[in-house]
């Protein structure tokens, strides 16, 4: 297998925790570095990540990655048997992809880009209120689930979700343990696990070398639907537009 990933995406995080788990070998692609752009682009034309190459079979987008995985390797399922809990790990799975992924990213530019500004204000305490009412509808979830793991092994919810949480101190959000003690004691579980520790600590390997390293680009912000909502949607509309008219922005090939 060919993976083309990167230490910095949510959704690359979530594929390579899927193929560990199922102990699957694969050879890793930076797709996001100059030299592998024209490599990536043959894959995705987006030239986003992550891809996967099996044999003669290339899948893009991270959940259909996932999804095939489980099809084609059965051994050790990433999604729960009952058709209940498949439907609610799945939908944390959107929501960690589609509404967390879009606050954390907006809110997390200032310290990774290479930017002479600082953020908007406000774009905080916005991404704090959206993020709490994200947690609450979670702790919500958890109510009817055993513990420490809600469907009883690891599945696609802790995949999806792990990145960003493990992301929020580190980008100065809180996850208060008195209103979501659920949400936290399963966070504490999968922060006890290997399989997420090897994630935390290939991602702090690759945080820590973004800043000499010149094989990204860090100037100029790739841009998706979800992460233009959330700004436009909290007000953040004139920053955005600026970035535009400023050239800041890429856009899927």
């Not at 992809?97 to 809110?107: G, K, V």
């Not at 916005?126 to 420490?148: H, K, M, W, Y």
């Not at 973004?210 to 841009?223: A, G, K, L, V």
């Not at 909290?234 to 955005?240: I, L």
Request: charged share 25%; hydrophobic share 45%.
């Amino acid at each position: 297998m060919q993976f083309f990933t990167n230490g910095f995406s949510p959704f690359a995080r979530k594929v390579a925790l899927a193929l560990d788990y199922k102990g699957l070998a694969y050879e890793p692609i930076d797709g996001l570095t100059h030299e592998n752009r024209d490599a990536l682009l043959k894959v995705n034309p987006r030239a986003e990540v992550p891809a996967l190459i099996d044999g003669d079979v290339t899948i893009v987008n991270s959940s259909d990655i996932v999804a095939y995985l489980d099809l084609k390797y059965p051994e050790r399922p990433i999604y729960p048997a009952a058709i209940k809990d498949r439907v609610e790990a799945r939908a944390l799975e959107r929501l960690a992809d589609t509404r967390i992924d879009a606050i954390m990213l907006d809110c997390s530019i200032w310290t990774w880009a290479d930017r002479k500004d600082v953020a908007p204000p406000g774009l905080m305490e916005a991404g704090q209120a959206d993020l709490d009412t994200i947690f609450a509808r979670i702790e919500s979830v958890l109510a009817n689930c055993p513990t420490p793991l809600p469907f009883g092994h690891l599945t696609i919810a802790e995949f999806a979700l792990w990145p960003h949480l493990a992301a929020l101190r580190p980008l100065g959000f809180t996850m208060s343990p008195e209103l979501y003690p659920r949400l936290n004691g399963w966070f504490a579980t999968m922060r006890r696990d290997k399989l997420f520790l090897n994630d935390a600590r290939r991602t702090g390997e690759f945080m820590k070398s973004i800043p000499t390293n010149t094989s990204f680009e860090r100037e100029r912000i790739f841009w998706r639907g979800d992460r233009i909502e959330w700004l436009l949607a909290r007000g953040f509309d004139d920053w955005f537009f600026a970035e535009l008219r400023a050239g800041r922005t890429i856009w899927p090939e």
